[in-house]
């Protein structure tokens, strides 16, 4: 079924929030993506001397104390997320006294996030009926940042786990409509865009605030990647120069990142009668799932699938595939595996088309982010769109011959007038999901 054509509406992103080690709000990030300024370094929040992997793209978090009512504030110069400047006092007790000791921060990530988001958007939800107003925001888990000593404990809360930071961010801003848990795992925040979507495109909502946020560098999760035995995914060159080479001969697995990224969709006749920016309309998504060999593996089929179905959904025939000018937002982990795998895909489902096609991966810039990664990536995708620029793959120097024969965008940014943007997504459990977002056109 075309999903398309359930009831006469388009769904438009208006508002972008991201949270990253490479920046905080859309102005840095984008800066940093663009120019591939990345920030990774040896992780500082437990010691990492057991572990082959050393590395990562860690953000600077300030937690503030509640003292009479009120939050410190981090101190003069600070530039990490001041989470201060973000959570009220109220939601700041609550989540505090659920037990969760200086921690919880991916609850923080996903609060900071959905406010830029809309203050982005111009979102003004006191002229909106909040019961047609959504949430669905995904993470996988809340584990707390906390150190005893030399020794790492990590606590899970009901704000952060699972589907709680949908509840978490309608507490937060009064949100009565739809709130839909969803956890997909590196390909979280895209499953959780289609699921606004569809909200909106049914007609239930009229605006969803959507997105993901990940912990990452909680120590489970460090620990967990460090140790999975099925690709050994994690690089272990320890290159800050160049930790992630996405598509590169030399590539050697990805890197830890961190962070948050929520969205706005909104139906299209409501932005245009706030007068909202629009960075891009949704046309289409393609949702696979493949775990034929292990649940931590990838699979060629997986992608093939979500990229035809995406195909078809958004109406990219070859004639219009033939005139237009594509940049494919890939998936792009660095392993050895999932870049060929992947390239592949693009090649076989688009053919003679996905020559053209302008392909990059921005996770040598970001780290990989997990379930925060497709989020960073939507967002930086609206902004592509937007202002006609596809930023480099830091870290691909030499292509791997392995690899499909496209055009791989390395070096620097380049100019391109996009008329749209296929983003692809896959995650550990076997989900593969491909979203394509157009240039608006009223």
């Given at each position: 079924m075309d999903i398309r054509n359930t009831v006469n509406r388009r769904v438009v992103i208006t508002g972008i929030g991201p949270i990253s080690p490479v920046g905080i709000g859309k102005h840095d990030f984008w800066e940093s993506i663009?120019?591939?300024?990345?920030?990774?370094?040896?992780?500082?929040?437990?010691?990492?001397?057991?572990?082959?992997?050393?590395?990562?793209?860690?953000?600077?978090?300030?937690?503030?104390?509640?003292?009479d009512g009120k939050l410190t504030k981090a101190p003069e110069g600070f530039k990490g997320l001041d989470v201060s400047k973000f959570v009220n006092p109220k939601t700041f007790r609550k989540i505090e006294n659920f037990g969760v000791e200086r921690g919880g921060w991916s609850i923080?990530?996903?609060?900071?996030?959905?406010?830029?988001?809309?203050?982005?958007?111009?979102?003004?939800?006191?002229?909106?009926?909040?019961?047609?107003?959504?949430?669905t925001y995904a993470a996988a888990s809340g584990d707390a940042q906390l150190i005893r000593g030399s020794k790492p404990v990590f606590e899970l809360t009901q704000y952060g786990a699972l589907g709680g930071l949908s509840g978490t961010i309608a507490y937060e801003y009064g949100i009565e409509?739809?709130?839909?848990?969803?956890?997909?795992?590196?390909?979280?925040?895209?499953?959780?865009?289609?699921?606004?979507?569809?909200?909106?495109?049914?007609?239930?909502?009229?605006?969803?605030?959507?997105?993901?946020?990940?912990?990452?560098?909680?120590?489970?999760g460090f620990f967990e990647c460090c140790d999975e035995p099925a690709q050994g995914p994690?690089?272990?060159?320890?290159?800050?120069?160049?930790?992630?080479?996405?598509?590169?001969?030399?590539?050697?697995?990805?890197?830890?990142?961190?962070?948050?990224?929520?969205?706005?969709?909104?139906?299209?006749?409501?932005?245009?009668a706030r007068g909202a920016n629009i960075y891009a309309e949704v046309v289409g998504f393609g949702h696979s799932t493949d775990t034929a060999t292990h649940l931590a593996d990838v699979s060629k089929p997986g992608y093939i699938r979500a990229m035809r179905l995406a195909k078809e959904n958004a109406g990219l025939t070859d004639e219009v595939l033939a005139s237009s000018t594509v940049y494919m937002n890939t998936h792009g982990t660095s392993t050895r595996k999932n870049d060929v795998l992947e390239s592949h895909a693009i090649a076989e489902v688009f053919g003679d088309s996905s020559k053209k096609f302008l392909v990059n991966s921005i996770k040598g810039t970001t780290g990989h982010a997990q379930e925060a990664a497709s989020a960073h990536e939507l967002i930086s995708a609206c902004i592509s769109l937007q202002e006609g620029v596809v930023p480099p793959t830091v870290g691909?120097?030499?292509?791997?011959?392995?690899?499909?024969?496209?055009?791989?965008?390395?070096?620097?940014?380049?100019n391109a007038d996009i008329d749209y943007v296929i983003k692809n997504a896959s995650g550990f459990c076997g989900p593969y999901i491909t979203t394509v977002l157009k240039r608006y056109t009223a």
């Open positions: 663009k120019h591939g300024v990345t920030n990774f370094r040896e992780v500082t929040r437990y010691p990492v001397d057991k572990f082959k992997t050393k590395i990562a793209a860690e953000m600077d978090v300030f937690v503030p104390e509640l003292v923080y990530y996903a609060i900071a996030s959905a406010k830029l988001a809309m203050e982005d958007s111009g979102l003004d939800l006191s002229k909106e009926n909040m019961e047609r107003v959504g949430v409509g739809t709130g839909i848990p969803s956890a997909g795992a590196c390909a979280s925040a895209s499953i959780s865009m289609r699921s606004a979507y569809l909200e909106i495109m049914s007609g239930a909502q009229d605006v969803v605030i959507t997105g993901a946020c990940s912990a990452g560098l909680a120590w489970s994690m690089s272990q060159q320890n290159d800050l120069e160049r930790p992630m080479k996405p598509f590169d001969k030399d590539r050697g697995g990805f890197i830890l990142g961190e962070g948050a990224g929520a969205l706005i969709l909104e139906d299209l006749e409501h932005a245009k691909l120097k030499e292509v791997d011959p392995e690899c499909a024969d496209l055009d791989y965008v390395r070096d620097e940014y380049r």
